[in-house]
């Protein structure tokens, strides 16, 4: 089956890391047509942001997209592009399977964990004020739809997948009302799922579980903030962004992205490793159906980091971000 996806390289190291996972995807045997295109519009628009439409209506006529990373701005300058796309396409879940890759420096094993995070509202609705100077309101935006929404996609997941426990982290014992909200709607979702374990963790208490015993965990499910904070820490068990793939899935439309940073420091040096966003490629081919390139890549991926001789410098090796490619390639045949 053909198929078209977007191709949103991104900045800083993007553009060559996702050369390198659009290389080894073409070689997986299945057939892709990439149409190219930019999230960051050149000038900023008056009185609006810095994306371009055509990013977001090429991701919606094509339902599929690949996206290298993409800076944004601390503290001043315009929202992120990254949670404007997530918004604009309704891409409310965000999916971080976490898993160990052999060799990757790592000081746990065993882990094999799926953060389920809610990717539309929470404090990322980006709606605060300055109240009088010196005092600034944000507003925490919790609805029982996005909320029951997320739990299901957890759940679902869960079932599909095989998985027997999911985790519910919240912090409904101060937030009583926002978080005790998203934590009755998971509950009342769960309750059509009796096979799964439904947990429910506080999420101070969770990050404490997670670097003390990582591999107790199955499937987390957490609202907006929570989950971009707990799955960069999970991340962080198994060697980090790096090493780590991230979806964005709605009903219309799903975006795979690689969640690290664009690395300026390193960019046009040939050096970045392509792995999350190569591995972000294998869930997008997973989930359009495409399993069986999916798995060639998988396991050519994993049998590189094995053998070690093509890794790049940061797990360790000395490899370029090209050569590491073309081992993966030689790997899948």
Known sequence: MKHTVTLIAGEGIGPEIAAAARRVIDASGVEITWEEVSARAE????????????AVASVRKNRYALKGPMATPIAEGPPSINVGLRKALDLYANLRPVKNIPFVPSRFENVDLVVVRENTEDL???LEHVIVPGVVESLKIITEKASTRIGKFAFDYARQHGRKKVAVVHKANIMKL?????????????TAYPEIELREVIVDNLCMQLVMRPEQFEVLVLPNLYGDVVSDLAAGLV?????VPSGNLGDEAALFEAVHGTAPDIAGKGIANPTALLLSGVMMLDHMGEVAAARRIDSAVFRVYRERKWVTPDVGGKATTNEFAAAVIDAMK
């Not at 978080?179 to 979702?189: A, E, I, M, Q």
């Not at 060697?239 to 090493?243: A, E, F, I, Q, R």
């Open 43 to 54: 000038v900023e628009r008056r009185g609006g942001g810095m994306m371009r439409d055509e």
């Open 124 to 126: 990322y609705s980006g």
């Open 239 to 243: 060697g980090g962004l790096g090493v």
């Open 178 to 190: 926002s978080d005790g909200l998203f934590l009755n709607s998971v509950r009342k979702v769960a």
